[in-house]
C-alpha cells in the first residue's frame, strides 16, 4: 500500500494472511521533564500502528543527544519513558541508532502485523457515517503555554496525561465494528486530518465545534494569543474547504486546527453503529467518546457548525 492517500503507516504483505505495518516518528522535547519526553513519544509513534488497526510487534528507538552540553542522565531518563511506555504496549525495544545532535530528539520506528483485509485506511467514509474523537484536543497550545511559563501544573499534568495515553484501547474498542476509516489527530489537527478523510469523495464532513472535546484550560490559553505556529499553519491550510458558521469565533477555529501530539484516534462508522462504538469506548474508559459530526454527501470540504 502506497502513500496516496497520505495513510497513517506504511503496509506491505509478506502472505496471503499477514501484512507487516511499519512507521516512524520522533520529534524535539515537547515538555521538560525528561521522562515523560519519551513516554509521550513512544505514544505517538505507536498511534500510527493502533490508527491502522494493527498489533505492534517492536521497537527500533531513534535518538538525537547533545552529550557534550546535557547530562548522560537526562538521555537514561527519555530512554527510560520510552521503554516503559512501550513495555505498557506490550511491545520490545530491540535496538536503535543515536547521534551527538545539537537538540534533543526522540521517537521509535514501529513495526506490527495486521490481515490485510484488516485495513483501516484514513479514506473510505460514506455519507451519513458518524464521526467518532477519542481524546481532547489542545495539546500544541498546551505545549507552548508551558514553554512560555504560562500554563498550569494542572493543566500541564493532564496534558502530559492525555499525550501519554496510548490509543491501544481505543484501536481494540473498534476493532470488531469494522470502522470505514480511521486516523489519528496529530501535526495537521482535527480539520487536517479530517480533510484527508473527505480527500476521496464524494463525501465531505460536518462537524460541531460544541461537540469537540477540548482540555481544560486551552480555551482561555489560545484566547489569550497562546497558539503554536503550526496550529496557525494549519488553519491557513485548511481555509480553501472549511466552511465555518459565522458563530465559531477565532478562538475555536484555532482550536480545532490545534497541532496535536499524540492525539485521538478519528474514527468513521455506519450509523447503524454508533452506539456500539461509543458504548465499546466508554467500556473502555478512552479519555473521549465523542461523537462529534457526521459525513455527508460532498465534494471534500469541511461544514463547522457551533
Not at 496534558?159 to 489527530?185: F, G, I, W
Not at 479530517?194 to 484550560?217: D, F, K, N, T
Not at 458504548?279 to 461523537?291: F, R
Request: charged residues 20%; aromatic residues 4%.
Amino acid at each position: 500500500m502506497g502513500n496516496a492517500t497520505s495513510d497513517d503507516a506504511a503496509v506491505y504483505r509478506i502472505a496471503p494472511d499477514q501484512a507487516l505495518v511499519s512507521t516512524v516518528d520522533y520529534f524535539t522535547p515537547i515538555v521538560d521533564e525528561p521522562y515523560d519526553f519519551g513516554a509521550i513519544a513512544a505514544a505517538n509513534a505507536l498511534s500510527d500502528i493502533y490508527a491502522m488497526g494493527a498489533t505492534p510487534l517492536y521497537a527500533l528507538a531513534i535518538v538525537g543527544f547533545p552529550r557534550d552540553r546535557l547530562e548522560s542522565g537526562i538521555l537514561v531518563e527519555i530512554m527510560r519513558g520510552g521503554v516503559e511506555k512501550a513495555r505498557e504496549a506490550g511491545i520490545p525495544i530491540v535496538g536503535g541508532h543515536s547521534i551527538d545532535d545539537a537538540e534533543p530528539k526522540y521517537g521509535l520506528a514501529v513495526t506490527g502485523t495486521i490481515h490485510p483485509e484488516c485495513i483501516r485506511r484514513n479514506v473510505g467514509a460514506q455519507p451519513g457515517d458518524r464521526l467518532f474523537l477519542t481524546k481532547p484536543l489542545g495539546a500544541g497550545i498546551i505545549a507552548t503555554a508551558i514553554k512560555q511559563g504560562q500554563a498550569s501544573e494542572a493543566i500541564r499534568f493532564r496534558a502530559v496525561r492525555v499525550m501519554a495515553t496510548l490509543n491501544r484501547d481505543a484501536a481494540d474498542a473498534m476493532r470488531d465494528l469494522h470502522p470505514r476509516a480511521v486516523t489519528d489527530v496529530t501535526g495537521y489537527g482535527l480539520l487536517g486530518h479530517l480533510a484527508e478523510m473527505v480527500q476521496s469523495g464524494p463525501v465531505a464532513a460536518r462537524i460541531s465545534a460544541s461537540a469537540v472535546p477540548v482540555q481544560q484550560g486551552v480555551r482561555d490559553l489560545a484566547a489569550r494569543g497562546i497558539v503554536p505556529a503550526g496550529t496557525r499553519r494549519n488553519a491557513a491550510a485548511v481555509a480553501a474547504i472549511a466552511r465555518f458558521d459565522e458563530r465559531i469565533d477565532t478562538t475555536d477555529r484555532l482550536i480545532l486546527a490545534d497541532a496535536q501530539t499524540s492525539g485521538g484516534l478519528l474514527i468513521a462508522i455506519a450509523p447503524e453503529r454508533a452506539g456500539a462504538l461509543r458504548a465499546a469506548l466508554e467500556a473502555a474508559n478512552t479519555l473521549a467518546a465523542a461523537e462529534i459530526g457526521q459525513f455527508i454527501p460532498g465534494d471534500g470540504w469541511i461544514e463547522v457548525v457551533p
